[in-house]
């Protein structure tokens, strides 16, 4: 983690990218959103409702940092550093609710999909 923190922006670029873009676990949650909202039966503007809505809260963990910069510029880097401690002393509660909470979003879905076609 030390690490990261000495990249530079086209490195950070890169790395962004790198476990955004091609992470396996990003790219089964997207495609699980997507076929929920395929499939759902809503008329279309709902459906680009439903993706807008998934693609902001999906970028929730980028905008408010940013927002948090241009906003608060003389108390963002402190409040940056507290969160970033926060979240590495946490990382594993965060990471478990947060995989728990998924898995019974689509736990529900799945039960709501069989109960549809039953």
Same mark, same amino acid.
């Given at each position: ?12 670029? =890169?790395?962004?990218?790198?476990? =955004? ?10 495609? @699980? ?23 902001? %809260? ?5 905008? %408010?940092?940013? @927002? ?7 108390? #963002? ?10 979240? %590495? ?10 995989? %728990?909470?998924? =898995? ?5 879905? @799945?039960?709501?999909?069989? #109960?549809?076609? #039953?």
């Amino acid at each position: 983690m030390r690490r990261v923190d000495s990249f530079s922006p086209g490195h950070s670029l =890169g790395l962004g990218f790198l476990l =955004g873009g091609l992470s396996p676990k990003l790219l089964l949650l997207t495609g @699980a959103a997507v076929v929920t909202l395929v499939t759902a039966g809503y008329d279309r503007l709902l459906r680009l409702l439903g993706l807008i809505l998934y693609v902001l %809260i999906a970028s929730l963990p980028i905008l %408010i940092p940013v @927002a948090l910069v241009i906003l608060q510029r003389d108390r #963002a880097s402190a409040r940056l550093a507290a969160w970033k401690a926060w979240l %590495i002393d946490h990382q594993s509660r965060v990471l478990g609710a947060g995989s %728990i909470l998924l =898995g019974l979003l689509l736990v529900v879905s @799945a039960l709501e999909s069989a #109960a549809v076609l #039953a």
